[in-house]
């Protein structure tokens, strides 16, 4: 005897029939009408709690919740607010269950199946803060903490959270706003306490493609032995971070407590920041200025000195490239810049000095991880063919940093960290940081698919792009690809012939192979001067 199926046709009058199963949807009702399932959904929503309900869940049609409204999710004593996401597929959640993303399920911190409650969140009270100050109002101490603690416990969206970066942005900040914001940025997470009267650190503002100089900086200073902890960003729109160079030779996912155990032996390290919670406000706000291209003045010197505060730095030594396509583009820039950094940093009582350098062009040859990676191995291993602007950048920092040692007098730095480099100590201190933090094979060839990038005229190198070479890496699939990125062999102010080779690009997939080649040939980002008077432009910094 056959048994008739089941399933019912539904007929609609604005699309296909659907068909559904009456003996599923019973099934997959839940028990109880005022508590779901969690699932783990495996989506990494990147700083921001995601939550899954499906359209058919009783409590998506009792409570009247629409999709990106915020709920509240409890169990066991345990919260999190999360955006919500309304999905149709039963294959992601079922109508009786929660889905949480990656971060919102390790933030919950209970386990899959648990029974959770859902119900409306409440609107974080301190967007009344962000509404005033984008009506143009002067905001307190107290309404930024209100802020800080709101993003730090995931109440805001990202939309609020640009609509808070937006409104401090674009120098809507005046000396005071700024102090108070880095300062409840520090407060928002943890913070490191070494136990030694001078915790030294470096900071680049960035801009500027190669320039990898806190990889000798480190080591020279270690081995100087002065403590200089280097916790350090990967690249998300640069075709490189210090941790994705660093990565390429050791592992650089330290726990803290790997990372102090490193630090008390070898007087230094190069990991990535991630793994501590510092200034984690910091980080949040970050994953929403980078897609949208914010970078105000304001909010960098906030976002560094949070992170560097939080690090346990007590000596900072600042970093801003200036250039016609740096970051900053004129001197007065950097010395308003400059006045902000040391106008907060004094009250937060850092120690903190500021050098403005070169920024017309990268620094060092390589473009992406394994070629800035092969950059400083060449210059720690004293090796002829070095970059000579890498090496004397990084010793010219190493040396302002040895000066905040009491016992060394102004002007010696840069001797000292050059002897440190020339006896071969400092390689020898990056080969003991390599081992501590746990070595990789060291592969530095490039990715195989190349392309060559020619001079159409004779004459003299007078500008390079930072931008657009910056680009092209990261077309070629830098940092993700670590072999990726491009290869310089002409700097400013260097004669060519037509037809000189004037930078190589490396990839490893086609895609990004051809990407990349496109992106040169519209742009190659190089300019030619025609004889000998273009290079009066090229005055010394």
Excluded at 300 to 313: H, N, T
Excluded at 404 to 427: C, H, K, M, N, T
């Amino acid at each position: 005897m056959q048994i008739p199926n089941p399933r019912i046709r539904l007929l609609t009058t604005t699309g296909p029939d659907r068909i559904i199963d009456p003996i599923v949807r019973l099934n997959s009702l839940p028990m109880s009408t005022d508590t779901l399932k969690i699932r783990r959904i495996a989506i990494d929503t990147y700083h921001e709690n995601v939550a899954y309900m499906h359209r058919e869940c009783g409590i998506y049609r009792a409570e009247g919740f629409q999709a990106l409204s915020k709920i509240l999710v409890s169990a066991n004593g345990a919260k999190v607010v999360a955006v919500l996401n309304v999905v149709d597929d039963s294959s992601i959640v079922l109508p009786d269950q929660l889905g949480l993303s990656e971060q919102a399920f390790t933030q919950l911190n209970v386990a899959e199946e648990s029974l959770v409650t859902v119900d409306h969140a409440e609107h974080p009270k301190s967007m009344d803060a962000v509404r005033r100050k984008i009506e143009g109002e002067r905001l307190s101490q107290d309404d930024f903490i209100g802020i800080t603690t709101d993003i730090a416990e995931a109440r805001y969206s990202k939309m609020e959270m640009a609509a808070f970066l937006v409104a401090t942005g674009q120098n809507n900040l005046d000396r005071d706003e700024l102090f108070y914001l880095t300062r409840a940025m520090l407060q928002s997470g943890e913070r490191i306490d070494w136990r030694e009267p001078l915790v030294a650190d470096k900071h680049c503002i960035g801009g500027i493609p190669g320039n990898r100089t806190s990889m000798l900086v480190v080591p020279i200073v270690a081995a100087h032995g002065m403590l200089i902890p280097k916790t350090s960003s990967r690249a998300i729109t640069s075709p490189a971070g210090t941790a994705d160079t660093m990565e390429v030779l050791a592992e650089v996912n330290l726990s803290p407590d790997q990372m102090h155990e490193i630090v008390r032996k070898e007087r230094g390290c190069l990991a990535w920041g991630g793994t501590a919670r510092l200034a984690p406000v910091d980080d949040m706000l970050i994953s929403v200025e980078r897609p949208l291209g914010i970078d105000s003045q304001g909010q960098m010197v906030a976002s560094i000195l949070s992170k560097k505060l939080a690090a346990g730095s007590t000596h900072l030594l600042i970093d801003i490239p200036v250039g016609p396509t740096a970051k900053v583009r004129h001197m007065r820039q950097a010395l308003a810049l400059r006045k902000l950094f040391e106008f907060v940093g004094d009250r937060l009582d850092i120690h903190l000095e500021v050098m403005i350098t070169d920024g017309r062009q990268p620094i060092g040859r390589g473009i992406g991880p394994v070629l800035e990676a092969r950059d400083i191995m060449q210059v720690l291993q004293n090796d002829p063919d070095a970059s000579t602007d890498l090496r004397q950048k990084s010793l010219q920092l190493a040396g302002r940093i040895i000066e905040f040692d009491p016992d060394v007098r102004g002007g010696q730095g840069y001797a000292i960290a050059r002897d440190i480099l020339e006896s071969g100590r400092a390689w020898a201190k990056m080969k003991a940081l390599i081992q501590a933090q746990g070595a990789k094979p060291i592969d530095l060839h490039a990715g195989k698919l190349c392309h060559e990038v020619y001079a159409d005229r004779d004459g003299f190198i007078t500008n390079i792009d930072n931008f657009q070479m910056a680009k092209i890496a990261s077309l070629a699939g830098a940092p993700m690809l670590k072999r990726a990125g491009v290869d310089l062999f002409k700097k400013l102010g260097n004669p060519v012939k037509k037809g000189d080779v004037l930078y190589r690009i490396h990839a490893e997939f086609p895609a990004d192979f051809t990407f990349a080649k496109n992106l040169s040939a519209q742009n190659n980002g190089y300019t030619i001067g025609g004889d000998e008077l273009a290079l009066t432009s090229l005055i010394a910094f």
